[in-house]
């Protein structure tokens, strides 16, 4: 395993810059916000930002060598995108079917969604009206490995930017069913038009089983569904709702939505932005930004850094007992039959009160 140990001044310069007017742009940033900032500057064992680790070569950083972004050069990039006043909805699109209690599924789109409102905070996230696979018209595979259904990504996307609303910063479509982006590719986690805004994502792979013999969405070998006959996407498996999915999920459409803003793969400490090749990698990644790629966030929503942990915190922590949530009988006979699963946030609730007692010097 090796350490990838930026110098102080490094990590300095790419979260402040030397240029004087970043360096004003920072000043700005309440002491304590500053505080923060910079815990991350000195890594120690107790600290709040760590390290990135590299456990293999088919580790993102040495299989994928990237130009590292810092604050300067995400700031000055002309094509990066800041949501406007007339642009500032994420809107999400679920494909396909979720699961097949219907109610559980429709509060874990909302548990994503809301989710997405904390982390990208100041902006507001909607869903879209659910679509079935054959509404768009996809193009789709068994695939010859696998034997599982796949959806080809390029016409979700061509799908997406129809569907997307005059005032949305990004779209990003939602599946359960894995995907490919052509014919020799045997599959693709996502794919994203980072200049229309808008991307697509499998949460298929996320399921513990996926890569198992007995992975129940394997269909029977001799099965060779026709083009166009999409009734073979009725019942078809679903990954089931554990809180491992849903940390997963979080983690993955916040990477990916902060894509959007032109925000590029971290290389600087233990982040959320960290570029992942496969699912122990992702796994690894912490919840959260690191101080630089927070401060590319702040600076193209402008929110108070506290605001945005205190949403997060909350999320976690908000008391799933029906009577918190709605007086309506439905809601509350479902909210006890599923509280949201977050167990698996357990670290990062912990983590970010730790943030919070430095924002507000408790
Ligand atoms: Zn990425
Ligand atoms: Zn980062």
Redesign the pocket.
């Known amino acids: 395993m090796e350490v990838i140990q930026h110098s102080g001044e490094e990590l300095q310069k790419a979260l402040v810059s030397n240029c004087q007017d970043l360096v004003k742009l920072y000043r700005k940033h309440t002491k304590e916000e500053k505080c923060l900032l910079e815990e991350g500057l000195h890594p120690g064992p107790t600290h709040l930002f760590q390290p990135i680790t590299v456990h293999s070569d088919s580790d993102w950083i040495p299989a994928h060598p990237e130009e590292p972004q810092d604050f300067e050069s995400f700031y000055r990039d002309p094509y990066r995108k800041s949501p406007s006043a007339s642009h500032n909805t994420i809107y999400i699109q679920t494909i396909g079917s979720f699961g097949e209690a219907g109610f559980q599924t429709d509060q874990y789109v909302d548990w994503l969604r809301e989710y997405c409102q904390a982390f990208f905070y100041g902006l507001s996230v909607k869903l879209l009206p659910a679509v079935s696979v054959a509404e768009t018209g996809c193009t789709f595979r068994v695939n010859s490995n696998s034997h599982n259904l796949q959806i080809l990504t390029g016409d979700l996307l061509r799908f997406l930017s129809k569907r997307k609303p005059t005032d949305a910063f990004c779209i990003v479509g939602i599946t359960m069913i894995d995907l490919y982006p052509k014919d020799s590719w045997n599959f693709v986690f996502g794919q994203a038009s980072l200049s229309m805004g808008m991307g697509v994502f499998s949460f298929a792979r996320y399921d513990d089983n996926f890569y198992s013999r007995n992975y129940a969405g394997r269909l029977k070998k001799h099965l060779q569904p026709k083009q166009g006959n999409y009734s073979v996407f009725d019942g078809y498996y679903t990954p089931p709702i554990t809180s491992t999915l849903l940390l997963r999920s979080c983690k993955t459409m916040t ?2 939505i ?2 959007m803003f032109g925000i590029k ?1 971290c290389q600087w400490m233990s982040c959320v ?1 960290q ?2 090749n496969h699912l122990e990698e992702s796994d690894r990644r912490p919840l959260d930004f690191c101080p630089i790629c927070l401060r590319k966030l702040q600076v193209s929503i402008n929110f108070k850094i506290s605001g945005r942990y205190k949403a997060l915190l909350h999320w976690i922590e908000e008391d799933p007992s029906p009577a918190s949530r709605s007086e309506d009988a439905s809601a509350c006979h479902s909210a006890l039959l599923f509280p949201k699963p977050t167990e698996a946030f357990h670290t990062s609730k912990l983590w970010l009160r730790r943030c919070l007692d430095i924002l507000e010097k408790r």
């Open positions: 990477h990916e902060g894509h793969h932005m570029g992942s």
